[in-house]
């Protein structure tokens, strides 16, 4: 072997190191994005696990979690489901800094009655989606935590749950409609 081939050979070598290089630090960092969002995932199922075993119980129904997209995950003791170490707190120290920010917000649940008191007729979850983004660009809950948050009124008496064939539609009840009205949730 030369050494002008030797010298090819390492420098096809170093390029190679440093391609494979770049991909890890990439994979790495899609890697890093996954876990954040599966430890989200992991909190928000907690969550659900916490109020179904409420629920069993036969406790009082507790609202359910009201979470923006863009909301910290808060940190739930770690009962069933065991995480990578420091996760819990990293949770813990990600609801600090999201407290402050929530102060000012208006809930969830208070704006789909704002959304329901506008409407005669019964709504679906998805139209009311749609409605609620268009009106607070911010916001943007996914399907399910509208769903989720629906169900909460239902189960606290605010809201009357139709089913209609396949479809599941929701209006304000009589009861809590002058409560809606009165309750002043500007937009």
């Known amino acids: ?10 420098s096809r ?23 954040k969002s599966l430890r989200q995932e992991e909190a ?3 969550d659900i696990m916490t109020l179904a075993e409420h629920y069993q119980d036969g406790a009082e129904p507790s609202p359910l979690p009201e979470q923006a997209q863009d909301e910290p ?13 420091g996760a ?4 813990t120290g990600a609801a600090r800094a999201g407290r402050k920010g929530k102060a000012q917000r208006l809930l969830l649940g208070d ?3 704002e959304l329901l008191a506008g409407h005669g007729e019964p709504q679906l979850a998805k139209d009311l989606r749609e409605e609620l983004m268009a009106k607070y660009p911010a916001r943007e809950p996914t399907p399910q935590v509208v769903r989720n948050t629906l169900e909460s009124l239902v189960a606290k ?20 409609h002058g409560a809606a ?6 937009g």
Do not use: C, F, W
């Not at 050494?3 to 090819?8: F, G, K, L, M, P």
């Not at 995950?73 to 170490?85: E, F, H």
């Not at 819990?88 to 949770?91: D, G, S």
């Open 1 to 10: 072997m030369t050494s002008q081939s030797a010298a090819t050979l390492r």
């Open 13 to 35: 070598y170093v390029a190679q190191a440093a391609s494979d290089l770049q991909e890890n630090r990439r994979r790495q960092q899609d890697l890093t994005e996954e876990l």
């Open 44 to 46: 928000l199922l907690i």
């Open 73 to 85: 995950v808060p940190a739930r003791p770690q009962r069933r489901a065991k995480s990578a170490p």
């Open 88 to 91: 819990a707190a990293a949770r």
């Open 111 to 113: 704006i789909l009655l």
């Open 157 to 176: 008496g605010q809201v009357r749950r139709h089913k209609e064939e396949r479809s599941v539609m929701y209006t304000l009840d009589s009861g809590a």
């Open 181 to 186: 009205a009165d309750g002043g949730t500007a």
